[in-house]
């Protein structure tokens, strides 16, 4: 990372901060949960026994390969908004005909180069286009991507950690980006029994608490901050009149934090709520894609209907 895009960062990082804290109830955007460390973690809570998703959307786009690749047609150039490990995109890019580029988007480096490399090793001679930005916002597609058809691709029920209005204007920006007659492969987790939920945000291990709690550490790092961690624990919750899972830090004991020349008080018993992870209906999902103006032309599921994985069409 360049020291202009780190200092830029570092600087977005902070206002979002002061923002969130001094909103009531207090709240911080959950894009921020990934630096390095948060990565590794989230990679490693992926494959926990008590995370669902991940291997349910695997074995969406792995049984279901064919029929995909089939609905979207060959040549085409294949934009992944938040790619993580690249993992994903690997099984979508093999099963797909002749596709004609891979371009990842992320706002972290530690993301995006490890995506690339992974690609560009299991695909030799396929251009990869890393672009480094942040997906939620307006950016520009590499110029080299010509007049392929495009091919948005958003797995890992990223979508959730939207609330309804801003999923919507996500996928209007990314329709936007994408182009007239572009198509967009999405993951979205679906509504389920609430033990089962809870229980994919709050591993007993702790990986997650962990995860979570990384925040804290990183506003003490990156934005001078004096949290102390032990004052805080994780805590995940299903608010079933919304369909979310929410992630909070809880303060254990009335306390203060000092961040960009504020200070920000803490009852005990008061939370930062640091994720919201929507969950969908399948006869639902259709009206938010429409609202964006997206056509949902297919859906693929598990036998057990936990996750579902969606073709738009722009």
């Known amino acids: 990372m360049s020291g202009t895009t780190e200092a830029s960062q570092r600087a977005a990082l902070l206002a979002d901060a002061v923002s969130g804290l001094s909103a009531s109830p207090k709240t911080l955007p959950c894009k921020w949960l990934y630096d390095a460390e948060g990565a590794r973690l989230f ?6 026994p008590e995370y669902y998703p991940t291997r349910t959307e695997v074995a969406i786009l792995t049984g279901q390969a064919e029929a995909i690749a089939e609905a979207i047609g060959p040549g085409a150039a294949v934009v992944e908004f938040g790619p993580g490990d690249g993992a994903k995109a690997e099984l979508l890019l093999a099963a797909l005909r002749a596709p004609a580029c891979y371009v990842p988007v992320d706002i972290a480096p530690e993301w995006l180069e490890g995506a690339a490399s992974r690609i560009a090793a299991a695909r030799p001679g396929l251009p990869v286009l890393p672009v480094v930005a942040d997906f939620t916002q307006p950016f520009a597609l590499p110029r080299r991507l010509g007049t392929a058809p495009r ?16 999923a919507t204007a996500f996928l209007r920006r990314a329709r936007e980006t994408l182009g007239a007659g572009s198509r967009m492969l999405l993951g979205a987790d679906l509504v389920k029994d609430r033990a089962v939920l809870e229980a994919a945000y709050d591993d007993a291990a702790g990986v997650t608490a962990a995860f979570d709690l990384n925040l804290l550490r990183r506003l003490n790092r990156e934005a001078g901050a004096d949290f102390d961690l032990a004052g805080f624990r994780h805590r995940a919750v299903w608010n ?6 929410e992630m909070h830090l809880v303060s254990l004991r009335p306390q203060r934090v000092r961040l960009g020349g504020r200070e920000f008080a803490f009852a005990e018993g008061e939370t930062i709520h640091t994720e919201s992870s929507h969950k969908y209906r399948p006869e639902r999902f259709p009206a938010l894609a429409a609202a964006a103006g997206w056509r949902a032309a297919a859906m693929w599921t598990d036998p ?4 579902s994985v969606w073709l738009l069409e722009g």
């Open 43 to 48: 990679e490693e809570i992926t494959r926990l």
């Open 151 to 166: 091919l948005g691709f958003f797995p890992g029920s990223t979508i959730g950690n939207f609330e309804p209005a801003e």
């Open 304 to 307: 057990a209907r936990l996750f």
């Open 240 to 245: 079933t009149e919304r369909e979310r899972v």
